[in-house]
């Protein structure tokens, strides 16, 4: 037996679940667009002095770019393999808002900018998710 928040809830069929997952779904493209949008800004940021032929690529060059590049790919992944499953997308984008409130480090200014589009998908999620457990549940017991 898998445990249920790995468990599918495509034959969920109420209106409820329908809108929440749908918003969940659309919240986490947006996100996972914001973060690749992000990366790009940043590569195309790092390539600046090189185009005038200022500098080679440095290793710092090399890991800004790879850094802005894996949680746009982590969120990438987490929405596609949580696509029926909102219970797994939901703590996939809660642990990516915890870890991203650890890279602010002491700019905590930057903290509710960095960490509230993550946590508002996880919050969507996680409530699409009780929606559809709830109503699974009660067309089994009717």
């Given at each position: 037996?898998?445990?249920?928040?790995?468990?599918?809830?495509?034959?969920?069929?109420?209106?409820?679940?329908?809108?929440?997952?749908?918003?969940?779904?659309?919240?986490?493209?947006?996100?996972?667009?914001?973060?690749?949008?992000?990366?790009?800004?940043?590569?195309?940021?790092?390539?600046?002095?090189?185009?005038?032929?200022?500098?080679?690529p440095?290793?710092?060059?090399?890991?800004?770019?790879?850094?802005?590049?894996?949680?746009?790919?982590?969120?990438?992944?987490?929405?596609?393999?949580?696509?029926?499953?909102?219970?797994?997308?939901?703590?996939?984008?809660?642990i990516?808002?915890?870890?991203?409130?650890?890279?602010?480090?002491?700019?905590?200014?930057?903290?509710?900018?960095?960490?509230?589009?993550?946590?508002?998908?996880?919050?969507?999620?996680?409530?699409?998710?009780?929606?559809g457990?709830?109503?699974?549940?009660?067309?089994?017991?009717?």
């Amino acid at each position: 037996m898998t445990s249920p928040i790995f468990s599918s809830l495509r034959g969920v069929t109420s209106t409820r679940y329908v809108a929440a997952i749908w918003t969940s779904r659309v919240l986490a493209l947006a996100v996972t667009a914001l973060y690749f949008t992000a990366w790009w800004d940043e590569s195309q940021a790092r390539q600046e002095p090189m185009l005038g032929g200022a500098s080679n690529p440095s290793l710092i060059y090399t890991w800004a770019v790879w850094t802005h590049l894996f949680p746009a790919v982590a969120i990438l992944l987490f929405t596609v393999v949580g696509w029926n499953r909102p219970g797994l997308a939901g703590t996939g984008f809660a642990i990516f808002a915890l870890l991203q409130a650890f890279t602010v480090g002491t700019e905590l200014a930057f903290l509710p900018i960095v960490v509230a589009p993550g946590l508002i998908v996880a919050i969507a999620y996680v409530t699409a998710y009780r929606w559809g457990i709830r109503e699974q549940y009660l067309e089994k017991n009717k």
